[in-house]
Nanobody, 119 residues
Framework: QVQLVESGGGLVQPGDSLRLSCVVS????????MGWHRQAPGKERELVAA????????YYADSVKGRFAISRHNARNTVYLQMNSLKSDDTAVYYC????????????WGQGTQVTVSS
């Protein structure tokens, strides 16, 4: 059974940085795409960044380009989301998710970690 466990959320001020981690267990990840999604109150869940496990190709939503960076550590089966220059609009629950390449559906999800950006 595939499990994703996020950590690293918290309360920060505008302009601060935060790094989220997602540890994956129960599967090899060579055929997966890993993604970070977020959901703010009253808004739909959105994909903010994704990375192919095998080649490390990345995708970013326009709203986070130049501020967020997604990466993975093969030996640790861990995906990271480095978030810099945080804004109040980045406040949301952040979810780690996984899907098979060439598919549209994210099939494995973590429990989420809260990120709050407030002065």
């Amino acid at each position: 059974q595939v499990q994703l466990v996020e950590s690293g959320g918290g309360l920060v001020q505008p302009g601060d940085s935060l790094r989220l981690s997602c540890v994956v267990s129960g599967s090899t990840l060579i055929n997966y795409v890993m993604g970070w999604h977020r959901q703010a109150p009253g808004k739909e869940r959105e994909l903010v960044a994704a990375i192919t496990w095998s080649e490390g190709r990345t995708y970013y939503a326009d709203s986070v380009k130049g501020r967020f960076a997604i990466s993975r550590h093969n030996a640790r089966n861990t995906v990271y989301l480095q978030m810099n220059s945080l804004k109040s609009d980045d406040t949301a629950v952040y979810y780690c998710a996984a899907k098979f390449r060439a598919t549209d559906s994210w099939i494995h999800w973590g429990q989420g970690t809260q990120v709050t950006v407030s002065s």
